[in-house]
């Protein structure tokens, strides 16, 4: 027997699996990123950075990379935010982009835009405020 029931839980991650079109609008401390070699965490077509929710800290960002991201990825937005324990609470695949992606500017649910400083701390980081959860 399968019952709904709804529970608080604490999502401390997002894992991120997005799968960029354009890599070339970007840059890694400031020098052009035309195909995406530069930029941490490619695997293939895929940006695969784990951002802490509170903080917006991309974990294990290289210590001195500043990047300037702009991603175009459509509804190609993946990933799976993690609770405290690990567990996967919500699993997202080949979404539009969510709000909370674009701090630096409006990315109309296809770009991910966002500065990125030197400590892994994406700039103007709010996902209190997004809309994704009313959605979702």
Not at 27 to 36: A, M, Y
Not at 53 to 78: L, M
Not at 88 to 112: Q, R
Request: hydrophobic share 35%.
């Amino acid at each position: 027997m399968k019952i709904k029931i709804e529970k608080e839980v604490n999502i401390v991650a997002l894992k991120l699996q997005a799968n960029v079109r354009y890599w070339e609008d970007s840059e890694i401390n400031e020098v052009s990123d035309k195909n995406g070699d530069l930029v941490p965490f490619r695997k293939g077509d895929l940006w695969c950075p784990e951002i802490d929710i509170e903080t917006g800290i991309i974990k294990n960002w290289p210590k001195g990379t500043r990047a300037e991201i702009h991603y175009k990825v459509c509804d190609q937005f993946s990933g799976q935010f993690i609770d405290e324990n690990g567990e996967t609470i919500i699993d997202i695949e080949d979404e539009y982009v969510p709000d909370f992606m674009c701090p630096k500017e409006e990315g109309y649910g296809n770009y991910i835009i966002m500065d990125i400083d030197t400590e892994g701390r994406i700039e103007h980081w709010d996902i209190e405020g997004s809309s994704f959860f009313e959605q979702n």
